[in-house]
């Protein structure tokens, strides 16, 4: 069974032997056009939740009809809470079982967190195997997917075991985006408001213009926002595929936003929720140190709240300004003890360590706003 | 506190930006000079075992003296039986405590497991943090710290979990060979004798010349049969990384080796010892199929005899041939459900998909002939 599809664009990651697709367009998943020239490995895996799998997984699987000679399937609980080693030991138990060997492909099919916990299991089962991503949330589809970043997450931070492993290619079907609750969309468009201030500020104009129409879901305008954040997204990677320097202005808003993930308890507040409010947060913080006015803030801001997001942080939540600092200490981005920043100026974006003070001060800002 | 050291031989690992340098010599681990060159980050970690870390984990503390602001020490429990995610658990919380950054340099001290478990947690920690193999047995030396594989086990089968991540330099400190015990010394010989049927018969005819000053642990020989398998293995890992065709000759000996430790359970038999027995089963195997005569068979049994290896498998272990097939199965080795096999021909080896059926019987006589 095949629906007809429609690719809509493609972005090339280009990084030499590991270089691969970016596919946008609709009905991408459940054609079997999108995989015809991938391996055909002896088993596959395909690795989805609870609420994606009874969505998708059907179509996933007609589409591979024939591919391989065995096609095992794993749903595995929703939720950031669950991006965990014991899910990853889910994943292991899925491979070894039916001893799966090094040549079997790994499809990962749903939002972030499947992205990430089947891309690492991809990355280390017998050293590596291959793998796709099928990004099925607007998040997984503009950022976490595209770039070979893969993680789980440990009890005492986010995302610190991981591995850079590239898949062999990502499809991002737009269809899929029309189930997402709207929180989840909200959350997407949080990274995708990201790339305005770091990389193109004419984004940043067609995204106020076109705002409405993306929490709309107006088909046209989400392609045009997934293409463009993918674009983005796959130049940065190309140029810094292990985050030297470069790939790190992709983290803006990211240090706040992991130490309110990680204060308020993974699954409390999603992870582009996160994001958004860290993003105002960076963007104070840019502009107390005199790189950005107040205009620039109040555009992100108010880009932000259209999008459905936080862009304060209650002092009711119980997250300390204290806490939160503390937090950023045991941060992948910290090095050497310093808490390191994204910071925008109205062009481009730069890292900087910042001291804690005027740190604890634009969290206080952001909570006294919310009072 | 230095004390005075001589690189007898270097061997470059040419792999492009992770080439680096296998440095062999006498008195290298004690000295500063060793790690001169070597990243200064803020933290660092030693990992070692309860076995080598009183042997020589004060003697790399002092040369490291001055180089980190903070220098940790974590002793791992020693053995082929703590190879599990339980131990790569007590790594990240030995970073993650005391919030060790992305820069964090990981020196790994000892044998093969901890070469392997602690590469492993660099690998993993934060997507990569650089380390430094100091390997302190001889297989070690020869072998597993060369060339970036890294790896635990998993309950369903060995080094099933892993990445290739390649250290910044490798440090074979023969002086270590001193404390080694004779079981030990014996299984590292398996993997040097492993290097002249797969690469070089004029290393195998040197090895017939030289394996009693080498059990003596004669200083001399003992740095040649180093050097000598540590340039084999450089240059095959120099021109296959990941073991996508030529690098699976090393494995020789391993698809019966793996099995045997598996089935006679982890730490039963030394990895070298089942690499042992696993080589000339591999031998007879290759004679099974025409590939050569029963006098290179005889070479590599004595030779392997004279180094203290097991050469047949007693039926009293309760190991049967049809129990280790099936631990094959799993191997990573296996693909498409074909047992793959490194078999000698006298010139060179090749990598070849054998039916059980011959297999089986190459067991058979090996237990007959230890029965």
Same mark, same amino acid.
């Given at each position: 069974m095949t629906s007809p599809s429609k690719i809509l664009a493609t972005c090339r990651v280009a990084l030499a032997d590991r270089s691969y697709d970016v596919r946008i367009g609709q009905g991408l998943l459940g054609d079997a056009a999108s995989y015809f020239d991938l391996p055909r490995s002896r088993q596959a895996l395909i690795v989805t939740n609870t609420t994606v799998g009874p969505l998708y997984g059907a179509a996933l699987k007609a589409a591979l009809?024939?591919?391989?000679?065995t096609l095992h399937y794993l749903e595995l609980p929703d939720g950031e809470a669950y991006k965990t080693s014991e899910t990853l030991g889910l994943i292991y138990d899925a491979l070894l079982r039916p001893a799966c060997d090094r040549k079997t492909l790994i499809y990962a099919l749903g939002g972030g967190v499947v992205g990430d916990v089947a891309g690492y299991a991809a990355a280390t089962y017998m050293r590596g195997v291959p793998f796709v991503q099928i990004p099925t949330t607007l998040l997984a589809q503009v950022?976490?997917?595209?770039?070979?970043?893969t993680a789980i997450n440990h009890p005492l931070g986010k995302n610190m075991i991981g591995a850079f492993y590239q898949p062999l290619r990502v499809l991002c079907? !737009?269809? $899929?985006?029309?189930?997402?609750a709207p929180r989840e969309l909200s959350a997407g468009l949080a990274e995708v408001i990201k790339y305005g201030p770091i990389a193109d500020m004419a984004f940043l104009a067609w995204l106020e213009e076109h705002m409405d129409a993306l929490v709309a879901r107006d088909p046209a305008a989400l392609a045009y926002a997934v293409e463009r954040s993918c674009a983005i997204k796959a130049d940065v990677v190309g140029q810094d595929e292990r985050e030297s320097? !470069?790939? $790190?202005?992709?983290?803006?808003g990211h240090t706040f936003g992991h130490a309110i993930e990680a204060g308020l308890g993974?699954?409390?507040?999603l992870h582009g929720e996160a994001v958004g409010c860290g993003m105002i947060m960076a963007a104070h913080l840019s502009q107390r140190l005199g790189l950005i006015d107040a205009g620039l803030v109040d555009r992100l801001t108010r880009l932000c709240q259209r999008a459905g997001l936080p862009v304060t942080l209650s002092p009711a939540l119980g997250l300390t300004p204290e806490r939160m600092v503390e937090l950023m200490q045991v941060d992948k981005k910290t090095e050497a003890g310093r808490l390191n920043f994204v910071l925008v100026d109205g062009h481009k974006a730069r890292v900087q360590a910042v001291d804690a003070d005027p740190v604890l001060d634009v969290i206080r800002t952001c909570q006294a706003q919310a009072a």
């Open positions: 009809a024939g591919r391989h000679d950022d976490s997917s595209v770039g070979g970043k079907d !737009l269809d $899929a985006l029309k189930t997402l320097a !470069l790939r $790190a202005i992709l983290n803006f993974y699954g409390q507040w």
